[in-house]
């Protein structure tokens, strides 16, 4: 495996998009570029990082680019300029044969809508992805019993699609993309049609699973919160530009602009903001607290569990068990209340 570079990517969407890319880079704007020349600026200068092994989450709200972005990653849609570079290759380069073999054995994507197929069973649709590559029937339906089992379908191979409900729907869905064992998976608002309730367990299952298996996760979303617990690293969009890249705790604690900070504003920071974010210098001489804390621990939950044991200072200690810190009640009730005092802890 290796990062996807996405490099100084435009698409205009019209007949003569590669006419106007120069104009774009030079300044026009989307609304003048759909009033003078009837041509819809899809994405402008995008330059992404995605890191192997790690979940990237792309959100924006409807019409911010966020779909067509993801489409560019397994060439289903053809940028107007840049590159999509990832092992070597640039997708955009590619031959429709390569194509082909690259979405086939590379790329798995999870839609919205479950895009499952009716006439299938559970099991015939997890193996769909093998029975393309040409994979003979008993060792697709092994690989897919194993991940129809991890996804909590077992018993149900055999059902249809109408039969289940949409999380069980969805959770077919990340199972025949887990069974194609590809590189990358692509995940389109994947949750966005379910219930909260289970939206939220199809979360906790994508960062189970997520855990162990380290794929190249690009997920799509709307949501804040649900970009706040799944990303790795949060990249926001707004009319097909980038607007700020980073982790959820920089994004929370340094908007880039009066846009992110609108979005960030009713954010519960003590879910976002680790300990070891606003953790004090160990203090020289002093007798250490005894209570320990993990440094990526979240402040509410280092609150509550330091409130139930009846202690006031912790030790925050790394994942090798070095001290790197302490932290007290007050400094984290000021950091979640206060988040420029804990911005200014990120940045040093």
């Given at each position: 495996m290796s990062d996807i570079e996405i490099r100084d990517l435009y698409k205009i969407f019209g007949p003569d998009a590669a006419h106007h890319v120069d104009a774009v880079k030079a300044g026009l704007g989307k609304t003048e570029l759909n009033e003078r020349h009837n041509h819809v600026l899809g994405l402008q200068d995008i330059n992404l990082t995605i890191p192997e092994g790690r979940i990237t989450v792309i959100m924006g709200l409807s019409g911010s680019g966020?779909?067509?972005?993801?489409?560019?990653?397994?060439?289903?849609?053809?940028?107007?300029?840049?590159?999509?570079?990832?092992?070597?290759?640039?997708?955009?380069?590619?031959?429709?044969?390569?194509?082909?073999?690259?979405?086939?054995r590379k790329t798995a994507m999870v839609f919205q809508k479950f895009a499952l197929l009716p006439h299938r069973t559970v099991l015939r649709n997890t193996t769909y992805g093998l029975d393309i590559r040409g994979l003979d029937r008993p060792e697709a339906e092994r690989r897919a019993r194993h991940w129809i089992e991890r996804v909590g379908l077992k018993g149900y191979e055999e059902y249809y699609p109408k039969q289940l409900s949409g999380g069980m729907q969805q959770r077919v869905g990340l199972a025949r993309a887990?069974?194609?064992?590809?590189?990358?998976?692509?995940?389109?608002e994947a949750f966005s049609a379910l219930d909260p309730l289970i939206r939220v367990d199809m979360q906790g299952i994508l960062l189970e699973l997520q855990a162990e298996l380290r794929k190249t996760v690009i997920f799509i979303t709307h949501d804040l919160d649900e970009a706040l617990r799944l990303g790795d690293k949060i990249a926001i969009l707004r009319d097909g530009a980038m607007e700020q890249i980073g982790?959820?705790?920089?994004?929370?604690?340094?908007?880039?602009?009066s846009y992110v900070a609108e979005f960030v504003r009713e954010v519960n920071r003590g879910?976002?903001?680790?300990?070891?974010?606003?953790?004090?210098?160990?203090?020289?001489?002093?007798?250490?607290?005894?209570?320990?804390?993990?440094?990526?621990?979240?402040?509410?939950?280092?609150?509550?569990?330091?409130?139930?044991?009846?202690?006031?200072?912790?030790?925050?200690?790394?994942?090798?068990?070095?001290?790197?810190?302490?932290?007290?009640l007050p400094g984290i009730l000021d950091a979640m209340v206060n988040p420029a005092d804990a911005a200014t802890e990120a940045e040093t």
């Open positions: 966020k779909s067509t972005l993801i489409r560019h990653i397994n060439g289903l849609i053809r940028p107007t300029a840049g590159q999509v570079l990832y092992d070597g290759g640039d997708v955009v380069t590619m031959s429709r044969d390569q194509l082909r073999e690259f979405r086939r887990l069974t194609n064992d590809a590189e990358i998976l692509l995940m389109d982790t959820g705790q920089q994004i929370v604690l340094s908007p880039a602009n879910r976002i903001i680790e300990a070891a974010t606003v953790a004090g210098p160990v203090p020289d001489g002093a007798a250490l607290p005894p209570f320990r804390v993990k440094a990526r621990s979240k402040l509410d939950l280092v609150a509550r569990r330091m409130t139930r044991e009846g202690v006031s200072s912790a030790q925050v200690c790394d994942v090798s068990g070095k001290v790197i810190g302490v932290i007290d």
